[in-house]
Each structure stands twice: as structure tokens, then as C-alpha cells.
T-cell receptor, first 113, second 110 residues
Framework: DAGITQSPRYKITETGRQVTLMCHQT?????MFWYRQDLGHGLRLIYY???????DKGEVPDGYVVSRSKTENFPLTLESATRSQTSVYFC????????????FGEGSWLTVV | RKEVEQDPGPFNVPEGATVAFNCTYS??????FFWYRQDCRKEPKLLMS???SGNEDGRFTAQLNRASQYISLLIRDSKLSDSATYLC???????????FGTGTSLTVIP
């Protein structure tokens, strides 16, 4: 059961570079999410998607772009990385609807230097 | 106002102690509630759901108080392996977003 996988797990990039974090789930969940987690802030929602070709902004979307051309994939792109985007990024998925739980990938640790 | 507020702790308790965490939520129409556990440098994982009537899973008890808009997690007979961060999660009736607390850090001391 592959579940939800993220790649790369660890990445160091330079300021101004474009970076894409990949997320793939095998459960056919409708909903997918991208969170970032920083000390003192907890999990903050960047973007989410209710289905293929439907995406919505979360709490902190600036500087990020997402797409969802297929149900199973939900890549997150940092168009021009900044040091403030150094964080751990978690992709997650859910069937959606109240009562349904959310499942997380193992996280992508991104450092912008 | 944040959707979910949680005491960050840290809570440092001896083995065998009982410890309780609370989490308050602002939207009275919230529908579903969960507790997640997150170990250091790992992803959050579901610990247990929170039902209106309260529910137990071994040493863990979860309760919901809709009138006061809070959920609680009680851990009895704490083990060293319980050391982690505990996150509360609240889902609105629309079911399309998950609101996380910032987490409560627990360290169980030998």
C-alpha cells in the first residue's frame, strides 16, 4: 500500500530558483492538500484541491503555484524560492466530507539558501 | 480569531502520570473532530476520532464539549513512547478543509 508519497524528501536550493515538490497518492482520494509547517506556526494550508482541475487557495498561497491535471498527482511549485520558504512541506489527501480523516505524506524538507 | 486554539505546552510528565490536553474551536457548526500525533521530524498520523458521546482507545480518552466548543484528550498511565506532539483537528460541516491546532508537546520522563 503505497499511500501518499512525496518527492524529493530533502532539497537545498538557491534563492530565486524554481522548485517543484511532487505528491502522488494511490487511494483515489478526491481532496489533496499542501501544508507547510514551521516552528511556532503549526501546519498552515497553502493550497488544496477538491478534484482534478479544481484548486483553491489556503491560508498562505503567495509565492506558490499548484496544478491537478490528474486525481493522483498534486505538484507544488515555488516559482522563485525565497529564504522565508525554507520549511517542511506536507502533502495530504482525504476522501472529503465531514467525518473523513486526512492522511499525510512523509514530508519534503526544503532549505532555500 | 484562529479556527482552532491549542495550548502549546510543553507538558513534561513522569511515567505513569495522567495528562490532559484541551483544544478550543471557534466555529460552532464544526462537524468532525480528531486528534493526531506527530513524532519529531515525521508526518502527523491519526490517533483517534472524537465522538459526541466521548470515546476511549486503551489509555486514551477523547471528549467533545459542543456547548463550550472544546475537545480534550486524556492520556492515562503515560509511557515514554507517548512523547510526541498532539494536534487537534476540526472539520467544518462542508468537510472540505481541516483546521489544525498548533500542537501540544508532551515529554514523558523516566
Amino acid at each position: 500500500d503505497a499511500g501518499i508519497t512525496q518527492s524529493p524528501r530533502y532539497k537545498i536550493t538557491e534563492t530565486g530558483r524554481q522548485v517543484t515538490l511532487m505528491c502522488h497518492q494511490t487511494w483515489s482520494h478526491s481532496y489533496m492538500f499542501w501544508y507547510r509547517q514551521d516552528l511556532g506556526h503549526g501546519l498552515r494550508l497553502i493550497y488544496y484541491s477538491a478534484a482534478a482541475d479544481i484548486t483553491d487557495k489556503g491560508e498562505v498561497p503567495d509565492g506558490y503555484v499548484v496544478s491537478r491535471s490528474k486525481t493522483e498527482n498534486f505538484p507544488l511549485t515555488l516559482e522563485s524560492a525565497t529564504r522565508s520558504q525554507t520549511s517542511v512541506y506536507f502533502c495530504a489527501s482525504s476522501h472529503g466530507g465531514s467525518g473523513n480523516t486526512i492522511y499525510f505524506g512523509e514530508g519534503s524538507w526544503l532549505t532555500v539558501v | 480569531r484562529k479556527e482552532v486554539e491549542q495550548d502549546p505546552g510543553p507538558f513534561n510528565v513522569p511515567e505513569g502520570a495522567t495528562v490532559a490536553f484541551n483544544c478550543t474551536y471557534s466555529n460552532s457548526a464544526s462537524q468532525s473532530f480528531f486528534w493526531y500525533r506527530q513524532d519529531c521530524r515525521k508526518e502527523p498520523k491519526l490517533l483517534m476520532s472524537v465522538y459526541s458521546s466521548g470515546n476511549e482507545d486503551g489509555r486514551f480518552t477523547a471528549q467533545l464539549n459542543r456547548a463550550s466548543q472544546y475537545i480534550s484528550l486524556l492520556i492515562r498511565d503515560s509511557k515514554l513512547s507517548d512523547s510526541a506532539t498532539y494536534l487537534c483537528v476540526v472539520i467544518p460541516v462542508t468537510g472540505n478543509q481541516f483546521y489544525f491546532g498548533t500542537g501540544t508537546s508532551l515529554t514523558v520522563i523516566p
